[in-house]
C-alpha cells in the first residue's frame, strides 16, 4: 500500500478533497461508455440484452426471467447451515429496518387546520443483485428485506446469468429471493439490467420500475446515473471501500484483516488505513504481509491493495483524521482508537460508522441487522445507505376547513397580490363569499 503523508500541513477542503486515494476508472468515466448500452435496451428490449449477455457475460440463449418454480425449487440445494444463517439475517433486518418507517404526525395549525404526513412506499422496485466474482445473497436480502418493510407491494429481481448455472443467476442469489418470497426474478446483469428495469422489456414481462437499487461495480454505478431521473436510485453504489481511523492502541492484526477482507471484493476495491502513528502503520503492513499472502483470493486482494484506491494516510492528530476521512466519504468507516466517541463526533460524512475493535465491516455485510449497501466513491457526502426509508416518500396531507382558511385570508391575499398571481387569491375569496352548502340546508 502506497503511503500519503500530511503530516505537517495544513490543508483546506478543496486540497483534501484532491488528495485522498480514488480509484483510477470512476463513475464519470464509465458513464460514457454505459449510455449507449441503456439507450440500446430502450430502443430494442429483449435483442439488446441477448446481444449485452453475449458480450459481456459469454451467455447466449439463456430465459431472461427465471421460471418461478425454479426459484422456488432452488431451497432443495440450499445446505442448512446457510438457509439458517440467511433466516437470522432476514429477521435481523427486519428488526432494523422496521426503525427506519417513520410514524403519521400531525400537525394543528389552529382549530379546523391541520397538516397530516404520512410515509408512503413507491408501487414498484426493481432489486440489483451482482453476480461477478462472488454472489451477494445477502445483497438480495438487504433490498428485499428493506423494500418489503416500506411497504412495497411489487419487487423484481435482476442478477446475472451464470455460464456455471445453466444461464441462471447464482443459486444463492435464487435462495435469497425464494427465502424473502420474490418470484419474479431475471437473468441479467450490468447496465442492462438497469436499464431494464428504467424502461422496461415487455416481451420478457418486465414492467418498468420506480426506485432502482442495489451494490454493483462502477458500470453498474454509472447505469444508474444515467437513469436517475426517470426513476429513483439509492445510490451509486459502486465498488467497495473501506477507510480505518486507527491510533496506536488498535490491535494492527484486526486492522489488517479489516484492510483485507474488503479487498478480496474486487481488484478496484478500496482500503485505505488513517493514522496518527508511523509505527502502528509499519505493525500493520507487516500484519498484511504476512496474511495477504495466504487469503483464498490473494491475487485479487495484492491488486487492489497495490491500486491507487488504497493507501496508508499518515496526519498529525485523530482531528485531522476525522477530516481526512470526511473529505473522503467513505462507503464504511471503522473507529478504532482511545476514545472512538471523540473521533465520531468529529466524523459527518460517512455511509455507515463501526465503533471499537469487536465491529468489523464483515459484521455489517452479514448479521449486524443495519444494511449494507451503502454511498460509494464520496458519494456519502451527500447520499444516505439503503433502507426502508429509501423506498418511501413524505406526503403532506392538508385539511382546512371555513374558518380556519378565513382566519389566513388577509395575509394569503396580500402574498398572492406580492406575486402578482390574482388568482390564487381569489381561489380563497371565492370560498368565503360563498354561502356553504351546509349552512343552506
Not at 494492527?252 to 476495491?269: C, G, K, T, W, Y
Not at 464520496?378 to 406526503?395: D, E, M, S, V, Y
Amino acid at each position: 500500500m502506497r503511503t500519503i503523508d500530511l503530516r505537517g500541513r495544513e490543508l483546506s477542503r478543496s486540497e483534501l478533497l484532491a488528495l485522498v486515494p480514488r480509484a483510477a476508472l470512476s463513475a464519470d468515466v464509465a458513464v460514457d461508455r454505459v449510455r449507449p448500452l441503456i439507450a440500446d435496451v430502450a430502443s430494442r428490449g429483449e435483442e439488446a440484452l441477448r446481444e449485452q449477455a453475449r458480450e459481456f457475460d459469454g451467455i447466449e440463449g439463456h430465459a431472461l426471467r427465471v421460471p418461478e418454480d425454479v426459484v422456488r425449487r432452488s431451497l432443495d440445494n440450499c445446505p442448512a447451515d446457510v438457509r439458517d444463517a440467511l433466516s437470522e439475517l432476514i429477521t435481523r433486518l427486519r428488526k432494523g429496518s422496521a426503525a427506519q418507517v417513520p410514524a403519521e404526525q400531525v400537525t394543528r395549525l389552529a382549530d379546523g387546520a391541520e397538516i397530516r404526513q404520512r410515509w408512503q412506499p413507491v408501487t414498484r422496485v426493481g432489486l440489483y443483485a451482482p453476480g461477478g466474482k462472488a454472489a451477494y445473497p445477502s445483497s438480495v436480502l438487504m433490498n428485499a428485506v428493506a423494500a418489503q418493510t416500506a411497504g412495497v407491494p411489487s419487487l423484481a429481481l435482476a442478477s446475472p446469468a451464470q455460464a456455471d448455472n445453466e444461464g441462471l443467476p447464482h443459486q444463492a442469489v435464487l435462495w435469497a429471493a425464494a427465502l424473502c418470497g420474490i418470484d419474479e426474478v431475471y437473468a441479467i446483469g450490468g447496465a442492462g439490467a438497469i436499464a431494464a428495469f428504467a424502461h422496461g422489456v415487455p416481451e420478457i414481462g418486465l414492467a418498468s420500475v420506480d426506485v432502482v437499487t442495489g451494490p454493483g461495480n462502477v458500470f453498474v454505478a454509472a447505469a444508474k446515473r444515467v437513469v436517475s431521473g426517470l426513476v429513483g436510485i439509492d445510490s451509486e453504489a459502486g465498488t467497495t471501500e473501506i477507510l480505518v481511523i486507527a491510533d496506536d492502541s488498535a490491535e494492527p492484526a484486526f486492522v489488517a484483516v479489516d484492510l483485507i477482507s474488503q479487498a478480496e471484493h474486487d481488484e478496484a476495491a478500496a482500503s485505505v488505513l488513517v493514522t496518527d502513528s508511523d509505527e502502528f502503520a509499519e505493525r500493520v503492513r507487516a500484519e498484511i504481509s504476512d496474511r495477504a499472502p495466504r487469503t483464498r483470493h490473494a491475487e485479487r486482494v495484492r491488486t487492489a491493495l497495490g491500486g491507487p484506491q488504497s493507501a496508508v494516510v499518515l496526519v498529525d492528530d485523530l482531528a485531522t483524521a476525522a477530516r481526512v476521512s470526511n473529505a473522503y466519504g467513505p462507503e464504511h468507516l471503522e473507529i478504532q482508537t482511545r476514545n472512538d466517541a471523540a473521533v465520531l463526533a468529529d466524523i459527518d460524512d460517512a455511509g455507515a460508522v463501526f465503533l471499537g475493535s469487536y465491529t468489523p465491516v464483515s459484521l455489517g455485510d452479514y448479521l449486524a441487522g443495519s444494511n449494507h449497501v451503502l454511498p460509494t466513491g464520496g458519494t456519502a457526502r451527500f447520499a444516505a445507505g439503503l433502507g426502508a426509508h429509501t423506498f418511501l416518500r413524505p406526503q403532506q396531507i392538508i385539511t382546512y376547513d371555513r374558518t380556519a382558511l378565513a382566519e389566513v385570508a388577509e395575509p394569503l391575499l396580500a402574498l398572492a397580490e406580492a406575486e402578482g398571481l390574482p388568482a390564487h387569491g381569489e381561489a380563497v375569496s371565492a370560498r368565503l363569499r360563498a354561502t356553504v352548502r351546509e349552512e343552506r340546508s
